[in-house]
């Protein structure tokens, strides 16, 4: 247990804000690459993706009230179980808890299925879109629970339209903006699946600012290495002069370099900006394989 000690005493949250406080997954810990231990709040979430013995968890869960001042539960997500079920190690757990991030509120669904609703390791990504979305057209696709619309709104941006299959991922969404104080007469929120919705896409745009983070597979409605390349050769059909870009790689199985190598033959004219990794807070033993955003800007 010191090891996870002396990692999350680096990294302990600040003013209630959400924080990975070890990052086991990054295989950066030998050992430990079936553990991560999230902050929300008075919320400590332990997700295992290995079975660990009761007095082991019993234990991590004394260690984790000691050293993370103001938490009232730690829950424990099993993801080698089927339907990733969740159950606490200690304490109660509230009604609402929200993840606290840059000012901004993010509902979470603890303990209702394997995705809470909000990922830590798009930090950068959601600061990045807040500083680019000034007065600009947004378009947000496979935009979840529309955390980056609420960092585009919060940053200035004049309209945002999210697009997500999940129609229930969307209205938690919604939610999220009202959360924030946010106006959604410049929201859309469209349940539809991206490659038969290109002509009502182009009717609301063209759009200044396009966020891609899919998921690394999605059925058959998406796949990294068959439905890249066709989003990448429609994109410029959505794309106003000088937009900007923001594509993310969120897959450890996919093929270092794939982004860069599809955006070089479908929008050879696009200009890499930058390249952003999660931050110290995620420490990978190979950045390449590990989620990546790239920021690309069109003539």
């Keep these: ?163 997500d299959m999940n129609k229930g991922a969307l209205e938690l969404g919604r939610f999220n903006h009202r959360l924030n104080g946010i106006d959604t007469r410049q929201v859309s929120f469209l349940p539809l699946e991206l490659f038969r919705s290109f002509g009502k896409l182009l009717r609301l745009g063209p759009f200044d600012l396009v966020i891609s983070d899919p998921p690394a597979t999605q059925g058959a409605s998406f796949t990294a290495e068959r439905h890249w390349p066709k989003l990448l050769r429609r994109l410029p059909e959505l794309l106003a002069p000088g937009a900007d870009i923001i594509a993310c790689r969120n897959g450890p199985g996919l093929p270092p370099g794939l982004i860069e190598n599809l955006v070089a033959e479908q929008l050879p004219s696009a200009e890499l900006l930058g390249r952003y990794l999660p931050g110290e807070d995620f420490p990978e033993a190979q950045p390449e394989q590990g989620v990546c955003l790239f920021h690309y800007r069109v003539p």
């Design 1 to 163: 247990m010191e090891l996870i000690r002396d990692e999350i005493r680096r990294h302990l949250p600040q003013a209630g804000e959400a924080r990975r406080l070890f990052h086991g997954r990054g295989h950066s810990f030998a050992g430990y690459e079936e553990l991560t231990i999230d902050s929300f709040g008075p919320v400590l979430l332990v997700i295992l993706y290995q079975r660990r013995s009761q007095p082991w968890l019993d234990e991590l869960a004394a260690l984790l009230r000691l050293e993370v001042a103001g938490t009232s539960a730690v829950l424990l997500q099993e993801r080698f179980l089927p339907q990733s079920p969740s159950r606490l190690l200690w304490g109660e757990l509230p009604d609402e808890v929200d993840a606290l991030e840059g000012g901004l509120r993010f509902r979470l669904r603890l303990g209702q299925g394997q995705n809470i609703g909000f990922f830590p390791d798009m930090a950068v990504g959601r600061e990045l879109v807040r500083k680019l979305a000034a007065g600009r057209r947004v378009l947000n696709l496979f935009a979840y629970t529309c955390s980056f619309s609420v960092a585009a709104l919060a940053g200035g941006a004049r309209q945002v339209v999210n697009l």
